[in-house]
Each structure stands twice: as structure tokens, then as C-alpha cells.
């Protein structure tokens, strides 16, 4: 029997997503001991720092370079060449005869939740992709290594800053998790719909500001065999997720995620929500084409650059993504969501623009000084900079990317930043937070978009599992005012 409170062997091993493991080979890896309803101390990288390698002012974290490294990076939208390329050179070359162990892979959660199940973790993740890791889980057991000896740091390029001092405020906003620093979210990102600018100039078409000028372009392109909208059913369904939420936030600005994010009553049955849910599945009624579902996100992509699908929800990983399968005449850009109602509380350009694609440090590693030392120089405009020219993407570090040719995507994306001005979508954070609510949400919309589900019924399912997490004193809760 467990005290109020304590997380049981079994509940632990959900919330990491090992419950299918648990009567398997290895169940006995993870210490059987119940602990406490709150967070474990985080392990701080810097408490070892001395005695692992000697502090100087050219290695201010106490980097050992006896020590190997081990990276694991999700090679998806933006490969793995960023970290092989520039990010793991710098390192090397900042710590002579050090050994970097990289792995790269799409399985983020197959090949790591069992390493963190065993105790035998990489030293730096990049946790993304359709499996990433429920992190909230893995910083309540202390997996997570604070990263405010980072944040403390001199800064690469001028060391008389620190390197907090020389990233965008939202990554260090978005670093909390029960309010300890345990994530560096990296890129900046522009989440909103994805066209062919050239294919609508020479179509002659315009954006479409309004739900209805949506749907009236919905019907020109169905004379012409093209589908208005898709997002991919298999990998990458939360894509649409997003876009549901960020529709919500439009009609009743981002209070309405907040309140989903804090697990407020019934915050899933808000009209805002009801009203952008309804209006995408109209759209996927009327114009849109259920054989969707059964694809990945590469897969409905490849048919976007047909000009089988007119607009395609992403962010701007995308066109880095797509580099190989691109047209030479297909230009991507960025179109904000049309706004669904007259009343919306954020303009139609309001676009969602944040931090995202995380990286964490185990504190239960074995150079957990080596991994923070790994993302101060990723941190540096050096790291940044490559990073940028790799990918495509823009990262959190002040003026990296002065002086870069950047793509007409990004460009796109730029335009449509600064024409949203301070009308800014918020991200959805209960993403991170919560992995089984935003995993269940957007299983459930599937099921919705596929016609097997009322906007009442779906709604009713996901405000269920809220109240299910929000009453589980085995997850540790987060909160957020903006």
C-alpha cells in the first residue's frame, strides 16, 4: 500500500511510457521504492565540477576531457549534420582528445526509455519527434540536470556576459519545469499554415483572411482536384492539435490556453475551443480527404509539393525538411490561420512564434559537466550560426543569424513575425507537461476528423482526461500566469 501522495513502481513506469515493460525482461532495472508526489532534488552538473575536470576561465563548467561524451540526437526534420557537423567539432576542438559517442535516431523514446529504465543514459538528448520522452516524468524522478550553471556561465563570445544574457527571454521562460531550469529549448519557430507562394501567384489567388474566404477557396481548389487542407494522421497528427489550439487562442486570445495548460475546469469545453474545433472539422468535412489519415507527415509533405494539398499545417522545420523532395519552383511561405469568427480576440495575423526543439542533460549521466559545457558552446553564434546554415532554422541566441542568406521560408516567416507584431500566439505548454493528455488529444482527433466523433464527444473525452491528470497526485503539476 503507498501513502497519499507516493507514485507507485507501476504509475512511474506510465508515466515514462514503460508500462508494456514492466512484466517484461529488465522490470527489475527501476527501484521498486515509492517516492514522493514531488519532483526528487535535480542533480546540479556544477557540484562535480571541480573534481572532474580543473575550473578556468576557457572552462568555466570543469569539463574532463578523460570523460567521453554521449549525444543523442532525433535526426527528423533537421537531421543530425548540425550536431556532427558543428556543434560536436566545437567541442572537440575546445577540449583536446575528448571522445563524442553521437547517435542519431527517429526513436527517441524505443532506444531511450529503456536506458533510463536501466540507469545507462546518454549524456545529452535531443528529445523530439512523435516519440519524444514525457520529461515531466523523467525530472520528477531527478533525471534532469539543472541548468542554471549553464544559464551562470560566461557566455562563448564574451565572456563578460552570461549566457542568459544573450538568448531570447522565451528560452529562458520555457527552461522551467516544477520551477527548476532543466531545458533548453533551441530553435525559434513559426507555426501557422504552409502554401506555394508561386503556385498561388500564378494562380492568381489571394491568402484568405476569413473563414469563409477559407472555404470559398476550399471550393476553387476542389474543381481542380486539390485538397484545401491535411495534416498527416500517422507521425506528426499533432500538428493539427496545434492548430485547433492556436485557433482557440485566436477567438479567445491565449487565456485560453493558459487555462488549458493549468488544468482549469472544463477550460477543453471553452466556447473558443468548441468553436475552433467545429470549424476545422467542417473544413476536414467539406474539403478535406480521409485517406490523410493513414499517412505520415513525409508522406502528406511529398503530396503538398504535388499541389495536391493546398495548405499544411507545420512549423518552419519544414522547407529544411523537404530540401531534397522540393520543386525548384515550389516557394514555401507562411500564411497565418484565417480568423474564424468577426469577434476573434487576436487580428488575423496574429501567428504563433516560440521556443521549441529541447535538449536536456541527465543529471545520472556520467559527464553531466561535459553536457552542459556541450550546450554553452551550442549557445555560442558560432554554434548558432551552423546550426542555422544546416537547418534552415533560427535558433534562441541574439544576432546569430546576421549576415545569413536565409531561405524565401524563413524569409516568409520573418514577414509575417514582424506583421503580428505583439500579436502572439502562445505555445501550448500542457504539450511538455502533460505528454499523456496532448498524446490522448490528439488520438481522439483523429477519431473526430475521421467522422467517428461529435465536437461534443471529443470535447467531453480530452476535458476527462484533464480532470483524470489534474486528480492524479502522482503527477506533479505546473502552473503559469502568461
Known amino acids: ?138 525530472a520528477a524522478e531527478g533525471h534532469l540536470a539543472d541548468l542554471t550553471p549553464l544559464w551562470d556561465a560566461p ?73 484545401l487542407f491535411a495534416f498527416p494522421g500517422q507521425k506528426g497528427p499533432y500538428y493539427q492539435l496545434w492548430n485547433m489550439l492556436y485557433s482557440a487562442a485566436k477567438i479567445g486570445g491565449n487565456q485560453v490556453i493558459i487555462d488549458i495548460d493549468n488544468l482549469v475546469d472544463n477550460a477543453w469545453k471553452s466556447e473558443a475551443v468548441k468553436a475552433s474545433v467545429t470549424a476545422w472539422l467542417e473544413v476536414q468535412t467539406a474539403f478535406g480527404d480521409k485517406s490523410y489519415l493513414g499517412l505520415d507527415h513525409t508522406q502528406t509533405q511529398i503530396k503538398h509539393l504535388q499541389h495536391k494539398v493546398l495548405f499544411y499545417p507545420c512549423g518552419s522545420w519544414l522547407e529544411n525538411e523537404m530540401v531534397k523532395d522540393k520543386p525548384k519552383d515550389f516557394e514555401y511561405a507562411i500564411a497565418p490561420i484565417p480568423s474564424i469568427t468577426a469577434a476573434d480576440k487576436m487580428p488575423y495575423g496574429a501567428i ?43 535558433t534562441v541566441v541574439n544576432g546569430a543569424a546576421e549576415g545569413l542568406d536565409l531561405t524565401p521560408g524563413l524569409v516568409s516567416a520573418a514577414k509575417a513575425q514582424d506583421a503580428a507584431g505583439q500579436n502572439i500566439i502562445t505555445d501550448a505548454r500542457f504539450e511538455g507537461w502533460y505528454k499523456e493528455l496532448f498524446d490522448y488529444a490528439w488520438q481522439q482527433q483523429n477519431t473526430l476528423m475521421a467522422g467517428r466523433l461529435t465536437v461534443e464527444e471529443y470535447l467531453d473525452k480530452v476535458q476527462k482526461k484533464a480532470d483524470d491528470i489534474k486528480a492524479d497526485s502522482s503527477i506533479a503539476k505546473q502552473t503559469r500566469n502568461a
Request: overall charge neutral; charged content about 20%; glycine content about 12%.
Open 352 to 394: 504563433q512564434v516560440g521556443v521549441g526543439e529541447n535538449f536536456v542533460v541527465a543529471a545520472k549521466g556520467k559527464n553531466p559537466e561535459g553536457g552542459l559545457e556541450y550546450m554553452r558552446l551550442m549557445l555560442s553564434k558560432e554554434g548558432a550560426k551552423g546550426f542555422t546554415e544546416k537547418t534552415k532554422n533560427l
Open 155 to 227: 557566455s562563448v563570445d564574451d565572456p563578460g556576459k552570461k549566457v542568459r544574457d544573450t538568448v531570447t527571454p522565451a528560452a529562458l521562460e520555457n527552461a522551467k519545469l516544477n520551477g527548476q531550469d532543466l531545458v533548453l529549448n533551441y530553435i525559434v519557430s513559426h507555426r501557422a499554415l504552409w502554401y506555394d507562394s508561386k503556385f498561388f501567384a500564378d494562380k492568381g489567388w489571394t491568402l484568405p483572411t476569413t473563414w469563409e474566404e477559407f472555404k470559398a477557396l476550399g471550393e476553387t481548389a476542389k474543381k481542380e482536384g486539390i485538397v
Open 1 to 138: 500500500m503507498t501513502h497519499p501522495g507516493e507514485i507507485t513502481r507501476r504509475q512511474l513506469l506510465r508515466r515514462i511510457g514503460m508500462t508494456a515493460l514492466v512484466a517484461g525482461p529488465g522490470a527489475g532495472l527501476l527501484s521498486a521504492c515509492a517516492t514522493g508526489g514531488g519532483p526528487e532534488p535535480v542533480a546540479s552538473a556544477s557540484a562535480g565540477a571541480s573534481a572532474s575536470g580543473l575550473v578556468s576561465a576557457a572552462n568555466p563548467l570543469g569539463v574532463d576531457a578523460k570523460k567521453p561524451l554521449e549525444v543523442v540526437i532525433f535526426s527528423g526534420g533537421l537531421g543530425d549534420a548540425y550536431a556532427t557537423g558543428v556543434h560536436q567539432p566545437l567541442y572537440t576542438k575546445a577540449h583536446a582528445g575528448v571522445q563524442i559517442k553521437h547517435v542519431g535516431t527517429q526513436n527517441i523514446g524505443t532506444q531511450l526509455r529503456p536506458r533510463f529504465l536501466s540507469g545507462d543514459v546518454p549524456d545529452v538528448v535531443n528529445n523530439s519527434g512523435p516519440e519524444a520522452l514525457d520529461l515531466a516524468a523523467l
